[in-house]
T-cell receptor, first 108, second 114 residues
Framework: GIQVEQSPPDLILQEGANSTLRCNFS?????LQWFHQNPWGQLINLFY???GTKQNGRLSATTVATERYSLLYISSSQTTDSGVYFC??????????FGTGTRLTVIP | ETGVTQSPTHLIKTRGQQVTLRCSSQ?????VSWYQQALGQGPQFIFQ???????GRGNFPPRFSGLQFPNYSSELNVNALELDDSALYLC?????????????FGPGTRLTVL
């Protein structure tokens, strides 16, 4: 299956700071999703973005499919943004392959 | 519109026992996928059901089995539980079996095997 790598593994930010999370994938994809996992384990959909750029409030994402990477931008971070961010991709298969996540901690 | 629901939320079992986890898909979705998430790891694909048929399976032994019902809800059964089966089990539903469909996840069932 496809290999998905995320960086950095851990990130600590002061409230109000901006951050960029990166996801590299080893093959062309037909599905790429970003998730936020809250402390209770729920995976919250952030973006479905196999290519292009999308924005939703303080969050935006860009996928450059030809170069096999995706970026998640968080602006003006808040303590509620803390948690683990996962990137997951498909390449023709029916299952999502997940990265190991970026653990974000936002301190007040 | 009802989201994906899972039951129970937590479960404690002992080695060798059997467990059944349940998932109700989001309204209008006919595809359910199951994932296992060990502590500190990303979710790993177990299998997918599309219109009551298994539609893909990950690298899990046969003691992991499943069902999908006519209303598209699903069960995950694990026999002969092992300590390493302790994990968060996540169910995801999607509109159809297409690879391009967005998957929406339930809150998970946390299984502890003692």
């Amino acid at each position: 299956g496809i290999q998905v790598e995320q960086s950095p593994p851990d990130l600590i930010l002061q409230e109000g700071a901006n951050s960029t999370l990166r996801c590299n994938f080893s093959d062309s994809v037909n599905n790429l999703q970003w998730f936020h996992q809250n402390p209770w384990g729920q995976l919250i959909n952030l973006f479905y973005i196999p290519s292009g750029t999308k924005q939703n409030g303080r969050l935006s994402a860009t996928t450059v499919a030809t170069e096999r990477y995706s970026l998640l931008y968080i602006s003006s971070s808040q303590t509620t943004d803390s948690g683990v961010y996962f990137c997951a991709a498909k390449t023709g298969a029916n299952n999502l392959f997940f990265g190991t996540g970026t653990r974000l901690t936002v301190i007040p | 519109e009802t989201g994906v629901t899972q039951s129970p939320t937590h479960l404690i079992k002992t080695r060798g026992q059997q467990v059944t986890l349940r998932c109700s898909s989001q309204s209008g979705h006919n595809t359910v996928s199951w994932y296992q998430q060990a502590l500190g790891q990303g979710p790993q694909f177990i299998f997918q059901y599309y219109r009551e048929e298994e539609n893909g399976r990950g690298n899990f032994p046969p003691r992991f089995s499943g069902l999908q019902f006519p209303n598209y809800s699903s069960e995950l059964n694990v026999n002969a539980l092992e300590l390493d089966d302790s994990a968060l089990y996540l169910c995801a539903s999607s509109l159809s079996g297409r690879a391009t469909d967005t998957q929406y996840f339930g809150p998970g069932t946390r299984l502890t095997v003692l």
